[in-house]
């Protein structure tokens, strides 16, 4: 079939009409993308400036001016492309690319694509110089554009134009759509998109016109903030104060008018209903001024209204916030106890640390604690100096007052009020102030009375123990004093019968000792029981253990079940039992001797133990009183607990009575003072006497106590008695003599802590007379006031709380340091503390503020300045040695030259034999104590007392701990023979064995085991 080529022009006509397409295309896409990209921008411009009208006209205009230019230049280049058939045949020729779109067979004139545009260039020349345009043949010309046109039979005009360039336009379309998605997630942006949409003026309508000509606000803060009034003149933005702050309005009319009133509106806030306005009459003063006051007490918004004259209609100011400056609660820190006082007993004193904080100032700090029955009880904790906005305190809590019941795991924290007297709408929660309280701590108190009471009892059925082991020996000798009186008598019996009843023996005995190594142990860390008491316990294991070895060698000899087979040999060892158990038996009479005698000491020490505390008790409730009367009522809590503990202790004596009037019998000590002196106390109901306000009568009653207490000690002491001592084997002593090295070198260590601190105090005295030089003080009076001043032009709004409140702290201690140093006689050693108490806050300023801020530029250079003056007023204290003569000097060296003794000593434990028996966590706290004793020991070489005492509270705390891990692992000793001989001799000259002889023959009327304990009652006598 044949097809009719296209003509060469109207190829060009499809050219041109894609490269018109196209152009338009890509003008289109650009002016959509300047559209969006304007659009951006006016809506950004609406958001900050809130003219949206403003914004949608210049949009408007700008996409009038896009859509104008961007088409113009496509035009422009769709004539310069294709305006006429040869622009368009030279734009063919211009680009390369395929113009097909399947590949054809190869023609011997038409090579290639690339040579197809050029011919068709030449074609369309040829074409349009028509007959007689050109030399040469036409017809050869018009077979040559024939070819052509026949070559562009499969060409496609798309191909033979030149591409658009569609990406770029497409590309920042839609990476300006999406910039403008993210930024309508920001309210400012959305604002300003819904203004320029909406073409219109979103500011706030222009005020009206002010109703005064002059006004005056003058801010009298509520009297507890301590700050100074504060006067605002013609106030244009929130009125900002505490509540409770008395507000004087002052001002001037623009037109004459018959009335003036303020009126305060609230927000509900928390409020369960809105508040009512309230509306404050202002009068005209003769000056032609108005005024009146009003007290701000929430937050809300104020206005004026003025009725000018001759006229109905009230002209009204525009409501101006009113704000609330919060008043926080304040803050408290309690800060752990430190390692020496981390496991205190019932007798000692600990000091608590807290740091209180507020924004105007503290009003008073409780010590909380809670005991077993999680019942709160409340002890005034001081009284912070008025107006303190920071307050570092020491509250010392004797333990020794807390009740029995009261000891053991406590709970405690403090609780600090602020000086808030609560004058805003909302009322305080737990008035008076706003309470803070710190975090729990747990304190483990150790109850040495009560873990002495303990042994006591243990060392009492110790020594039954051993008299019933006594009486069963005793048997053994006298078979016929177990059998009833008119019952047959008893024969000897076979061996094997009375070798089986040895062995019993035998392990009685171990048990006994077992029960000894026990007691040792625990009285080695009753630090209420005296160390002569452990030697007659190690006496007495040493010797029964000797007798002990003996006996099982001789068992050994017969193994059990071997008397029956063995009758020879089971006489022989009978024989050698018996002779033992004679030796036993003289033993065990000294030995229960030794133990009776030695609970009836302990007995009459716990007695007057207890009759000491009783009287150190009284003392205190004497000082107690004694300071009711004066004035200070704080004291009145402590007086309850120690009333408590009073009465707990004359119970704990009263049963301590009971068990030596069972000992010794009540006439060896004077019953009638004890009763008498029980009574008393009894009677002494202070608290009901301070509740009826007779408080001088409770001291004079707590007087006369006191001293029946003192006499009645006296008269205890004179009844006291020291026992024997005794001596121990290596194997026994090693556990005890670990405890009781570590218990000498604690107790050195705290002698050497109290000399350190007197000659500490020495060079603080010393110190504390030494005046500042004149030049110096004024010096630094003047830094300190430049620097205050300095101090003052920082926008402390812009610092974070932390910052604030060094700030604060820095400025106050500059005023310090200015006011000492502008004293009549200026001390050096107050100024230098403030100065250094400056310079740390100061440093804290600078590391609170943000970084290449304003705020810490200005600070840098004030934290040198502080620092100079430091060292400045530092320079004005004496040198650790100066001031110090020979003797305190030497007593320096010689303390230095004591530590590294106890620091040799405390190695040497480690070192030793015997440390193996130290737990863990006991030689981790002795590593500790070595390092703090060498610390201890360099401070003291160069005669800083005050660097040396905190080492070696240090040192102590880890005495301390290393006693407590022995303590929570003791474990009975084992013993071995020691080779030393011990005295034996009894300590009676009365026989014990004949008194027990004697009561065991005499008749008893419901047989053996009835009279048994009327039996040990006797012997005990």
């Known amino acids: 079939m044949n097809v009719r080529p296209p003509s060469l022009l109207e190829f060009l006509a499809a050219v041109r009409r894609v490269v018109r397409r196209r152009e338009l295309a890509a003008a289109a896409l650009h002016c959509a993308a300047l559209l969006v990209a304007l659009a951006v921008v006016a809506a950004g411009l609406a958001g900050w400036t809130l003219r949206g009208d403003l914004a949608a006209a210049g949009w408007l205009a700008g996409a009038v001016v896009t859509l104008l230019a961007l088409f113009g230049r496509a035009w422009r280049r769709i004539l310069a492309l294709t305006g006429t058939p040869h622009r368009t045949a030279l734009t063919i020729a211009q680009f390369r690319g395929a113009l097909t779109r399947r590949p054809r067979e190869a023609s011997p004139f038409l090579r290639s694509d690339g040579s197809l545009r050029r011919e068709i260039l030449g074609a369309t020349e040829l074409l349009l110089a028509g007959p007689g345009g050109h030399r040469g043949s036409q017809d050869l010309a018009a077979a040559y554009v024939r070819q052509v046109e026949w070559s562009l039979t499969e060409a496609r ?11 770029v336009p497409a590309l920042a379309t839609a990476l300006l759509a999406l910039l403008g998605a993210v930024l309508a997630g920001y309210p400012e942006f959305a604002r300003g998109l819904e203004l320029s949409l909406a073409a219109e003026d979103g500011r706030p309508p222009a005020p009206p016109e002010p109703v005064w000509s002059a006004l005056s606000l003058t801010l009298r803060y509520p009297e507890y903030s301590g700050r100074v009034p504060r006067q605002l003149i013609n106030p244009s933005g929130a009125v900002r104060a505490l509540a409770g702050t008395e507000t004087e309005v002052e001002l001037e009319t623009r037109k004459p008018a018959s009335a003036v009133h303020v009126i305060l509106s609230y927000d509900q806030g928390s409020l369960s209903e809105p508040p009512a306005p309230e509306r404050i009459d202002l009068s005209q003063e003769t000056d032609g001024k108005w005024r009146g006051r009003f007290v701000v007490r929430g937050a809300g918004s104020w206005h004026v209204v003025v009725t000018p004259e001759g006229e109905d209609v009230p002209a009204r100011s525009a409501p101006a916030p009113l704000e609330i400056e919060a008043d926080e609660p304040p803050e408290i820190e309690l800060l752990p106890l430190p390692r020496s006082q981390s496991a205190p007993s019932e007798l000692d004193s ?57 000891r053991g795991r406590l709970t405690y924290w403090i609780e600090v009020r602020d000086n808030d007297p609560g004058l805003g709408l909302v009322p305080l929660t737990d008035p008076p102030g706003k309470v803070a309280r710190s ?49 047959p008598a008893v024969e000897d019996g076979d061996p094997p019968r009375r070798i089986a009843g040895m062995r019993e023996l035998l392990a009685a005995s171990g048990g006994l000792l077992s029960a000894i190594s026990t007691a040792i142990d625990a009285l080695s860390v009753d630090t209420l029981a005296p160390p002569r008491d452990v030697a007659v316990l190690v006496g007495v294991h040493k010797r029964l253990m000797e007798l002990h070895r003996r006996e099982s060698a001789e068992h050994e000899e017969l193994p059990p079940g071997a008397e029956d087979e063995r009758p020879d040999a089971a006489a022989r060892t009978l024989g050698k039992l018996l002779a033992t158990n004679r030796l036993q038996l003289t033993q065990l009479e000294d030995e229960v001797i030794r133990l009776d005698d030695l609970v009836d000491n302990e007995l009459l020490a716990q007695i007057e133990q207890l009759v000491a505390r009783l009287q150190t008790s009284q003392q205190k409730l004497v000082d107690l009183l004694e300071r009711l009367k004066a004035g200070d009522e704080s004291v009145r809590g402590e007086v309850d607990q120690l009333q408590q503990r009073i009465r707990e202790d004359l119970r704990r004596l009263s049963e301590a009575r009971a068990k030596l009037d069972k000992e010794l019998g009540q006439e060896f000590l004077n019953t009638d003072a004890f009763e008498a002196m029980a009574e008393q106390l009894r009677q002494q109901d202070v608290g009901e006497q301070l509740r009826q306000g007779d408080v001088d009568g409770a001291l004079d009653r707590a007087r006369g106590v006191l001293d029946e207490l003192r006499k009645l000690r006296s008269g205890v002491q004179d009844r006291m008695a020291a026992g024997p001592g005794a001596a121990m084997t290596p194997e026994e002593r090693a556990r005890m003599e670990l405890m009781r090295e570590i218990s000498r070198i604690q107790d050195e260590e705290t002698g050497l802590r109290g000399e350190s601190r007197s000659l500490h105090e020495q060079w603080r005295k010393q110190a504390g007379s030494r005046p500042l030089d004149q030049a110096t003080a004024q010096q630094a009076a003047k830094q300190a006031a430049a620097m205050g001043k300095a101090l003052d032009a920082i926008n402390d709004a812009r610092l974070g709380r932390d910052a604030r409140r060094a700030l604060e702290d820095a400025r106050e201690q500059l005023q310090r340091v200015a006011a000492e140093a502008q004293a ?134 880890g005495l301390q701990r290393a006693l407590d891990s022995l303590r929570d692992s003791s474990s009975p000793p084992q013993t071995a023979p020691d080779p030393d001989e011990v005295s034996t001799e009894t300590e009676r000259d009365r026989s014990l064995r004949d008194e027990l002889m004697e009561a065991m023959k005499e008749r008893a009327p419901e047989g053996f085991r009835g009279s048994v304990e009327r039996y040990y009652e006797e012997l005990l006598r």
Not at 834 to 839: G, L
Request: glycine share 8%.
């Open 439 to 487: 975090a729990k701590l747990t304190l483990q108190i150790r109850d040495q009375e009560t873990e002495h009471a303990e042994n006591l009892a243990d060392l009492a059925a110790l020594r039954d123990s051993a008299v019933d082991l006594l009486a069963r020996r005793m048997l053994t000798e006298e078979p016929n004093l177990s059998r009833a009186d008119d019952g």
């Open 824 to 957: 009549g006689e200026p001390k050096a050693l107050p100024a230098a503390e403030a100065a250094r108490a400056a310079a740390q806050a100061l440093e804290r300023a600078v590391a609170g503020a943000g970084e290449d801020s304003q705020e810490r530029r200005q600070l840098g250079p004030l934290r040198e300045r502080g620092d100079a003056l430091r060292k400045l007023l530092e320079a004005q204290l004496p040198a650790p040695s100066e001031g110090l003569d020979e003797a305190a000097q030497a007593r320096f060296d010689a303390l230095a030259q004591k530590q590294q003794g106890l620091r040799a000593r405390a190695e040497q434990v480690l070192d030793g034999p015997n440390a193996r028996y130290l737990p863990d966590p006991g030689k981790h706290a002795m590593r500790g104590a070595i390092s703090e004793m060498d610390s201890s020991s360099g401070a003291l070489g160069e005669r800083r007392g005050g660097p040396a005492v905190e080492r070696q509270s240090g040192a102590l705390g």
């Open 157 to 167: 005009p798309e191909l033979a134009a030149p591409p658009a360039n569609l990406r």
């Open 350 to 406: 600990i000091e608590l640390r807290f740091k209180a904080r507020d924004d105007f100032g503290i009003a008073s700090a409780v010590l909380v604690f809670e005991g077993g029955d999680k019942q709160p009880v409340r002890l005034d904790a001081g009284a912070p100096p008025p107006r303190a906005r920071t307050w570092q305190h020491r509250y010392t809590w004797d333990l020794s007052s807390l009740p029995v019941e009261d």
